[in-house]
């Protein structure tokens, strides 16, 4: 959460640092426009605690119409230090998004500019956790690592508002509620020994969700 706010606070000042070298620039005409675009998201549901950092692509028909697809990756490794003859109890969390869609802009020639966003989403994460075992002669049948992961396929659909810091530089705020399809996986692997099946799968399970999504704070170079 800490590297988290440092990224958001990080963004913020290059954001007023481009804004006061660059406020003497005419609007930017964002027609015909390409732009390489980082992110920060917050993923809310899904299962997915992560924070994701993000790479990506837009392209401007016009001032109001914009296409973007982002792809979306974290990566996070805890670790609890335990007492002599134990291993360390270490829990790894990975994920990825990709979010393809248009945006709607209402405002043209604006340095404010609000849009509308809707679009396909495409999500997965994972978590392992690595139990504390005795270092020598382990228990047969004592669980070793659980990994939990999840699926989902849906679409979203927000709103942002994009401010234009110059000819060259925008940052957006974007909040997104979705519908999506998840299908969630789990698998289970024990110490092995006489009569123990050392990796279990577990039955899987499904479902449907609707509600909060993400919201992300974008930073976007057009060339």
Not at 37 to 59: P, W
Not at 94 to 100: D, E, F, K
Request: glycine residues 10%.
């Amino acid at each position: 959460m800490r590297k988290v706010s440092l990224v958001f606070i990080v963004l913020g000042l290059v954001a007023l640092f481009l804004n006061v070298s660059l406020a003497k620039e005419p609007p930017m005409d964002k027609k015909g426009k390409w732009g390489i675009s980082l992110s920060v998201s917050g993923l809310s549901n899904l299962g997915i605690g992560l924070y994701q950092g993000g790479i990506g692509v837009k392209h401007c028909f016009s001032d109001l119409f914009v296409m973007k697809a982002i792809f979306g990756f974290s990566v996070d490794r805890t670790t609890e230090k335990n007492w002599s003859g134990y291993t360390d109890r270490i829990i790894d969390q990975g994920s990825y998004s990709l979010n393809l869609g248009p945006e709607f802009h209402f405002l043209r020639h604006s340095k404010f500019s609000p849009y509308f966003y809707s679009g396909y989403n495409r999500r997965y994460s994972s978590t392992t956790y690595h139990y504390s075992l005795p270092e020598s002669n382990p228990t047969p049948g004592q669980l070793k690592e659980q990994h939990r992961s999840n699926s989902s396929i849906g679409v979203d659909t927000g709103i942002g508002i994009e401010y234009l810091l110059s000819k060259h530089f925008s940052l957006s705020a974007e909040y997104l509620i979705g519908f999506s399809y998840q299908v969630n996986k789990e698998e289970r692997t024990y110490i092995p020994g006489p009569g123990i099946t050392e990796r279990l799968v577990m039955p899987g399970s499904s479902e449907t969700t609707f509600g909060a999504r993400t919201s992300s704070l974008i930073l976007t170079v057009y060339f």
